[in-house]
Nanobody
């Protein structure tokens, strides 16, 4: 497994931008599919974006498509989530996660999780 540490959360006004980072430890980071999830109070954890290790494919939830971009730097063992045009409904704790194999949208399939970073968007 890899260990994951997120950073970059904060408070912004609607329409603003934030970039989240997730630093991973481990020599085989490049072989992991990476995902970003979020969880708002009283709601289930939901898939936001994913990055395949094999071909660089990316995947997004419909709610963030066109506004968020996931990217990864295998040389630095880091995955990013660039969030633009933020909306109040994007307010949540954001988590990065890692799994071997293909990217998935079910959080139960991810074995490694970061501690989370809070994103708050005010109207």
């Amino acid at each position: 497994q890899v260990q994951l540490v997120e950073s970059g959360g904060g408070s912004v006004q609607a329409g603003g931008s934030l970039r989240l980072s997730c630093a991973a430890s481990g020599r085989t980071f490049s072989r992991y599919a990476m995902g970003w999830f979020r969880q708002a109070p009283g709601k289930e954890r939901e898939f936001v974006a994913g990055s395949s290790w094999s071909d660089g494919s990316t995947y997004y939830a419909d709610s963030v498509k066109g506004r968020f971009t996931i990217s990864r730097d295998n040389a630095w063992n880091t995955v990013y989530l660039q969030m633009n045009s933020l909306k109040p409904e994007d307010t949540a704790a954001y988590y990065c996660a890692a799994k071997l194999g293909r990217v998935g949208v079910d959080p139960r399939d991810f074995a490694s999780w970061g501690q989370g970073t809070q994103v708050t968007v005010s109207s």
